[in-house]
């Protein structure tokens, strides 16, 4: 399923790290702490990026072991 952000949101986006893999999306409206329940996720580099309403995107890549 598609996002369409609304001007007030920002999306935070989870996907391996080849890029081939989308995990998941999220929108985000006022946060200043996350948590993503990883668990379930293979082991493997992932990168969680963070797409906000104005600014460039930020990339966090992780390792889940």
């Given at each position: ?8 949101d920002s ?11 989308y995990v998941?999306s ?8 996350i948590?993503?329940?990883?668990k379930?996720?293979?082991?493997g ?9 104005d600014?460039?995107?930020v990339?966090?890549k992780?390792?889940?072991?």
């Open positions: 399923s598609k996002h369409y952000l609304d001007k007030a999306q935070l986006d989870l996907v391996s790290s080849d890029g081939k893999q998941m999220k929108l985000i409206a006022n946060q200043t702490k948590s993503l329940d990883v379930s996720l293979a082991g580099v992932y990168i969680v990026i963070l797409r906000r309403k600014g460039d995107p990339y966090i992780f390792l889940k072991q």
